[in-house]
């Protein structure tokens, strides 16, 4: 499917509707849900959100925070940077995969606008939150540990949800007409984004057009690192969404297109060479007598294409290696909020989501190694997931209440019969024994997930909040873990998400994943309602059966192993601070916060006894923000430790520790907005702890570099509403 506004001229018309300052974010608000991003206009908080934000598991961002990630970065993950128990890793810089208490990717229930997205490629280029650009965002919730079953299933680590705004209406008898534009910056790189929105509505009916535009060249590492290739990227999205109100009942329909014609990934053999996505989104909120039903409806279709761009030697008819994915994806939510009495409620639910995976890899033409046929990958594959759920949330006394939740799904999983490139020559062997293998034995699986959540809140005095839990979670391998049959070295060098330079097997006897965590969070505050400090400790505990790891199958070079994926034992502890104090709070001088996060985890396969792979050292932010009267101002220093803790089985790299200095202002007058930041401010050389390896060098000369970060970068952004 493709329209006529997705012309090239699209991004002249972007970054004139930001440079004649049409609509953008301006003024900041906050809402009832954990995170509310510095946005206007924010919409009443929804049942779910409500929830979220009683769990003390769950973080909250600073504005500051947020507006400095916003003009940073396009990918909507870097929103989470500073929260508790964040990470993230990906050689990507529209797509980094989220970790939250060291589970990273699909053990991370990610959730776009009530959709959960599976990644539709070998190498996961194409996450879920790399479908939305930052500035599209309204509320973004990070909810780490102990997750409610109302949140998702099939995950171990906790939920990510972003959402849109809900569609705004004008007054009885008037129409409104709104809209925002955003013009953006950076130094490193030469990137610059645009993005804006325009609304029209009356009471009854409205309707947005929201659309963006991101494009970067290479960026370079701090010091004298220099260029990092393989690390730029283009991506513009458009988006329709259509909403009826009507007394106590909502509806709303978004219709979507992006495309991402490039982006380089320095930590893998390949690059994405398009990746467009088309997208229908449905919700229905109502009120009754009896309580609040919520139904949400979605579909999309992903075709991503894979192949090398110029650092990695480019490609063309007779060159390169293309690869081709082609998902389908389709799904429902319903979700039943029903008052038992003022003290009780009750929620009950019911999804089910549809993944329709078809992976081949064409023949190079005139290559014997590439060909003569098609590689089939993954034939037509699908992962069907059927879930319900009951919670039960009471309200015992003032100062306690608990939840308790239960929840089933069933994962259903198949696939067809696969084919190297030949099926006969040396060069093919490897792969044609595997093929063989592969289909001579049925492919249809199923597992069926219980997962619990059980928490107590209890409001010990005035400024002491204690949370405590237990939660098991359970999640299915997803299709590459399952099916990636190539044993090959180059087959199976091209599937892994991990950024090593590594090849991965998969396996059809794997069994899904059941974590069992407790975890107990002691919040320390302000007893008055001025909010002057507060202080988070989270220590949690997490041990997982059958954790898929892998185990060493053979030395594909003096830099790279085979592995096959395989059940383990794992455990995870570790620890999560937060807090905030207000310095000074006066006319004069305006109002001053501290703020500060530090995480520790530690991961350690049980059968291996090796450390868990990409599992973040020691880290922390120390932030100071400020606000005067329209001039707003954040200085602050990401603390990282060394990371000497690691998977020595995949040859893990180490990296130093480091600081960086980050600082960003922005002045607010009238519909206009310019903010600005320096990130990486003394330009430090540094390693990024999950960021993998340079494949580009072992390639070349076999050295295992790690990923290196970003150095100095002038950021500037100039918005505007209407």
Request: hydrophobic share 35%; net charge neutral; aromatic share 10%.
């Amino acid at each position: 499917m493709s329209y006529p506004f997705f012309a090239r001229s699209q991004r002249n018309w972007l970054w004139l509707m930001a440079v004649c300052a049409l609509p953008c974010a301006a003024s900041p608000g906050l809402a009832a849900t954990v995170v509310t991003l510095p946005r206007v206009d924010i919409s009443t908080a929804q049942e779910d959100a409500a929830l979220a934000d009683n769990l003390l598991s769950a973080s909250q961002v600073d504005q500051s925070s947020a507006r400095m990630s916003r003009l940073s970065s396009p990918d909507a993950a870097s929103l989470f940077r500073n929260q508790p128990g964040f990470s993230s890793y990906g050689g990507g810089r529209l797509a980094n995969l989220p970790v939250l208490n060291g589970m990273a990717d699909d053990r991370v229930a990610t959730v776009v606008d009530g959709v959960r997205i599976n990644p539709a490629c070998p190498n996961h280029m194409n996450p879920a939150l790399s479908y939305i650009d930052p500035d599209s965002v309204e509320t973004a919730t990070a909810i780490a540990g102990l997750t409610s079953v109302s949140n998702g299933g099939d995950s171990l680590g906790g939920t990510i949800d972003v959402e849109r705004a809900d569609p705004r209406f004008a007054r009885h008898g008037k129409i409104l007409f709104t809209g925002r534009a955003r013009g953006t910056y950076r130094s490193n790189g030469g990137g610059y984004s645009a993005a804006g929105s325009m609304t029209v509505a009356n009471d009854t009916f409205s309707l947005r057009y929201n659309a963006s535009y991101d494009q970067s060249e290479d960026y370079s590492g701090g010091g004298d690192i220099g260029r990092v290739g393989s690390t730029e990227y283009v991506r513009y999205t458009h988006d329709v969404t259509l909403g009826v109100h009507k007394k106590n009942h909502l509806l709303v329909l978004t219709f979507g297109q992006q495309d991402a014609p490039r982006e380089g990934f320095a930590n893998q053999y390949m690059d994405m060479t398009n990746n467009r996505s088309t997208y229908v989104n449905g919700k229905y909120v109502g009120d009754f007598n009896w309580g609040t039903l919520e139904a949400r409806g979605h579909w999309q279709r992903v075709t991503h294409v894979m192949n090398m761009l110029d650092d990695k030697g480019g490609h063309s008819t007779t060159k390169g290696m293309p690869m081709n994915d082609d998902q389908r994806s389709a799904g429902y939510s319903i979700k039943a909020t029903i008052p038992l009495a003022r003290q009780h409620t009750l929620r009950l639910g019911s999804s089910f989501d549809h993944e329709g995976l078809r992976d081949w890899w064409p023949p190079l033409v005139g290559s014997m190694m590439m060909g003569p046929n098609t590689f089939n990958n993954i034939n037509n594959g699908h992962r069907d997931r059927l879930g319900h759920f009951a919670e039960w949330e009471a309200q015992w006394t003032p100062r306690v209440s608990t939840l308790l939740g239960l929840r089933n799904d069933l994962i259903m999983m198949n696939t067809g019969n696969v084919s190297p490139y030949s099926w006969t020559g040396m060069m093919s062997a490897a792969d044609i024994k595997a093929a063989d293998n592969f289909n001579n034995v049925g492919h249809g699986r199923s597992d069926v997930n219980f997962d619990v959540t059980a928490l107590t809140r209890w409001k010990t005095t005035d400024s002491l909040t204690i949370e405590a839990g237990y939660a098991r979670k359970s999640r299915a391998p997803n299709l590459y873990e399952r099916y990636a049959w190539g044993q090959g070295g180059m087959s199976s060098k091209m599937i892994g998400w991990f950024g090593d330079g590594n090849g991965y097997v998969g396996n059809l006897n794997l069994k899904s994943e059941i974590g069992n965590t407790a975890s107990v969070t002691f919040d320390w505050h302000d007893p008055t309602s001025a909010q002057r400090w507060e202080l988070k400790v989270q220590p949690y505990y997490t041990y997982v059966h059958n954790y898929i790891n892998v185990n060493f199958v053979k030395n594909l070079s003096p830099n790279s192993n085979q592995y096959i994926f395989e059940n383990h034992d794992a455990q995870m502890y570790g620890i999560n601070t937060s807090g905030h104090y207000t310095v000074w709070n006066t006319s004069r001088y305006g109002k001053g916060e501290i703020t500060g996060v530090i995480n520790w985890v530690r991961g350690q396969d049980k059968v291996t006894h090796t450390g868990l792979y990409q599992q973040m050292p020691l880290n922390g932010t120390l932030g100071l923000n400020e606000t005067v009267g329209p001039w707003t101002g954040r200085a602050e220093m990401n603390f990282v430790k060394a990371k000497d803790t690691v998977d020595s089985l995949r040859n893990e790299p180490r990296t130093p520790g480091y600081a960086l200095l980050n600082l960003n202002g922005s002045y607010n007058w009238k519909m206009m907005t310019l903010t600005a930041g320096i990130d990486n401010v003394l330009n430090q050389a540094y390693y990024m702890p999950l960021g993998g390896i340079l494949t580009y060098d072992l390639k070349h000369d076999g050295t295992r570099m790690p990923m290196p970060g970003m150095g100095r970068s002038f950021n500037v952004s100039l918005s505007a509403t209407f």
